[in-house]
């Protein structure tokens, strides 16, 4: 059983700064990609960014330059820490991830609950 444990969304304020974290536990062998995701009301899930590999990362064009993701590859952690941000940030983000839970699976993705991130204007 895997489990992916968003933290760290909020209330802030525009141009404001927010650092989410999420954890992956459980039976993991490997993890291949981590990233970031979020719906707005009314909106589609979108992507925000993702680490495909050490030093790999992909970014929506919305947020390139003041969203910077990052992994702790000991602890199975990804980071977003989110800059200069504006109204239309407002979204809840989910974490996922790409993994094997033992040697020779397939890997399949794995979604965490969501955290809810509120930039007021």
């Known amino acids: 059983q895997v489990q992916l444990v968003e933290s760290g969304g909020g209330l802030v304020q525009a141009g404001g700064s927010l650092r989410l974290s999420c954890a992956a536990s459980g039976r993991i062998f490997s993890i291949n990609a981590m990233g970031w995701y979020r719906q707005a009301p009314g909106k589609e899930r979108e992507l925000v960014a993702r680490i495909i590999s050490r030093g790999s990362a992909d970014y929506a064009d919305s947020v390139k330059g003041r969203f910077t993701i990052s992994r702790d590859y000991a602890k199975n952690t990804v980071f977003l820490q989110m800059n200069s941000l504006r109204s239309e940030d407002t979204a809840v983000y989910y974490c996922?991830?790409?993994?094997?839970?033992?040697?020779?699976?397939?890997?399949?993705?794995?979604w965490g609950q969501g955290t809810q991130v509120t930039v007021s204007s």
């Open positions: 996922n991830a790409n993994l094997r839970t033992a040697y020779g699976e397939d890997s399949y993705w794995y």
